[in-house]
């Protein structure tokens, strides 16, 4: 189906339109001019479910973040804020509820299945009443199953035999290829939903948001208030201006971020940073020595790095954090030979080592690699990065706890001056952020 050009989105919201994005089918575009902060729009989940890691710090219907959440009683393990969440969750908990306690510790659905459970009981639901909007928007969303790759299909064959297993008692689980579309069209289309510091909460489904295309130089940034989505622009904008938000992470250099978008949604970004590649040379810098380094030299060291990246992801549930740092350091030893410490590679390393070293509550350490993080970071990024944000945030609030106050308050101050932008000034983090600020 394809949308007509002009044609509203469901609810019709003011100053945006369907129209048909030359090479790249449906977009979204502004009808009158935004400025860099402004919300385009904000718009509820379809769908959306809490992380099991994140159970008992959240509330599963409205995600927000109390330590005073109440538990459910029957499987213990899903918690609220008061009886009007829970009462409303229980269309979606019910799906969970008395099957965690029939496996018990052998429950263990993937997000996708558990998501992609919610969206089945979700339609039915709907479909009993109305059909509404918002469904046939997410029957129109994109799937790939013919691009998908082996590694992929025997993922999703995973997926939907966990679906089968945990969820066919309070479901009606439609056929293998419907499912097969379904798995795709959320994998494609679902959103992560982060915290300020970039920890992963949940996964939602917004029909909506799936119109927005992609671009290594967004004009928008998505944020989450709650279980919502908010759209804000990044970018001055002006009527015509199509609504572009990145789907990656926008750090990498451009055949890296094409890689990743070739393997995840299967097309090749032509923004004008792709087509000029402006920003590669300073992510591949190399050290200054007296003598220049041999091409080949770089080349096998990129393909080293892929290698420790990759393999650093596939260690990382199973491996012991002390194990996982001391990969990070000999990588970033054996790339410091050739890389400067601002390189794309050797920041991903030290990243993920800041990471290990604050769930080691060793705060020095993190508080090294993440000074380390910041400057390149603010060149790399595009303007009013979350990926920027974060890493102040983190390391605000690492001084904060070492008491280093003024390191403290001006870490904070540049995480809010880019939060502010991005979140919108009413946001309660930027709430927090206030207080923090204040406290000292
Ligand atoms: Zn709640
Ligand atoms: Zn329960
Ligand atoms: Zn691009």
Redesign the pocket.
Do not use: D, I, L, V
């Given at each position: 189906m394809t949308p007509r050009a002009g044609s509203t989105m469901t609810g019709s919201i003011e100053g945006l339109e369907r129209f048909d994005s030359p090479g790249k089918g449906r977009g979204l575009r502004v009808t009158r001019p935004f400025k860099v902060g402004e919300l385009l729009f904000s718009c509820p989940a379809f769908s959306h479910v809490l992380s099991v890691k994140e159970r008992g710090c959240y509330?599963e219907?409205?995600f927000?973040r109390t330590q005073h959440l109440a538990r459910c009683g029957k499987c213990k393990k899903a918690f609220?804020?008061?009886v009007k969440?829970q009462k409303g969750d229980w269309a979606m908990h019910k799906l969970e509820c008395s099957a965690m306690v029939a496996f018990g510790e052998n429950w263990c659905p993937s997000e996708l299945s558990r998501l992609v459970a919610r969206i089945l009981a979700k339609k039915k639901m709907q479909k009993e009443r109305c059909i509404c909007e918002k469904m046939l928007l997410i029957g129109e969303m994109q799937s790939h199953t013919e691009d998908e790759d082996n590694e992929k299909r025997e993922m999703t064959e995973a997926d939907i035999a966990g679906l089968h297993r945990f969820y066919s008692k309070h479901l009606d689980v439609p056929d293998h290829k419907e499912l097969l579309t379904l798995f795709s069209q959320v994998a494609c289309n679902g959103f992560t939903i982060e915290d300020d510091e970039l920890s992963h909460l949940g996964t939602a489904v917004y029909p909506d948001m799936a119109l927005i295309n992609h671009s290594c130089l967004p004009s928008v940034i998505v944020t989450f208030k709650g279980t919502s989505a908010e759209v804000r622009a990044v970018q001055d904008m002006k009527p015509g201006d199509e609504v572009l938000i990145s789907y990656i992470d926008l750090l990498y250099p451009t055949d890296d971020r094409n890689n990743r978008l070739r393997e995840s949604y299967y097309f090749i970004c032509d923004c004008q940073e792709c087509k000029s590649q402006s920003k590669d040379k300073a992510k591949l810098k190399v050290r200054k020595q007296r003598d220049s380094i041999e091409p080949d030299v770089i080349n096998n060291m990129v393909r080293y790095a892929r290698k420790a990246i990759r393999e650093f992801r596939e260690f990382k549930h199973t491996k012991t954090p002390s194990e996982l740092l001391e990969m990070c350091e000999q990588s970033l030893e054996e790339m410091g030979a050739v890389f400067d410490d601002s390189n794309v590679y050797m920041l991903h390393m030290m990243y993920q080592a800041m990471g290990i070293c604050m769930y080691m509550q060793d705060l020095d350490g993190a508080i090294r690699y993440g000074e380390k993080l910041l400057k390149p970071y603010s060149h790399l990024y595009p303007p009013y990065s979350l990926n920027v944000s974060s890493v102040y945030l983190k390391l605000g609030r690492l001084y904060l706890g070492l008491e280093r106050q003024s390191a403290c308050t001006s870490a904070l101050k540049k995480a809010m001056a880019i939060m502010e932008v991005a979140h919108g000034k009413d946001h309660f983090y930027i709430e927090e952020l206030r207080k923090m600020i204040a406290q000292k």
């Open positions: 509330c219907f409205c927000t609220y804020c008061n969440c």
